[in-house]
């Protein structure tokens, strides 16, 4: 089992930077593969990037490629997500999540409870 906790969400500008925090506790963090999702009103959930478990190999939806950064720290047991010159679609509850499979592309075992982010234009 796995607990994540999401921080870091809030209101910005357009072209602002934000970073996201999932803090993880409960089993050895280093065997979970992670990665960031986000939902916006009235749409389906969304990957946004992914970190594998082994090799820390990274993927990222075709909107944010360019622009968010994947990275984990497994001694701190936190994923991180660098959200660079954000738009004003980019504005979703942000979810992290882990998967005891290499990726988590191929299934999630844990949801954290999601933070907002808000871009004005």
């Known amino acids: 089992q796995v607990h994540l906790v999401e921080s870091g969400g809030g209101l910005v500008q357009a072209g602002d930077s934000l970073r996201l925090s999932c803090a993880a506790s409960?089993?050895?963090?280093?065997?979970?593969?992670m990665g960031w999702f986000r939902q916006a009103p009235g749409k389906e959930r969304e990957f946004v990037a992914a970190?594998?478990?082994?090799?820390?190999?990274?993927y990222y939806g075709v909107s944010v490629k360019g622009r968010f950064t994947i990275s984990r720290d497994n001694a701190k047991n936190t994923v991180y997500l660098q959200m660079n010159n954000l738009k004003p679609e980019d504005t979703a509850v942000y979810y992290c999540?882990?998967?005891?499979?290499?990726?988590?592309?191929?299934?999630?075992?844990?949801w954290g409870q999601g933070t907002q982010v808000t871009v004005s234009s």
């Open positions: 409960g089993r050895t963090f280093s065997s979970y593969a």
């Open positions: 970190i594998r478990r082994i090799d820390a190999i990274r």
């Open positions: 999540a882990a998967s005891d499979r290499d990726n988590v592309l191929d299934g999630i075992d844990y």
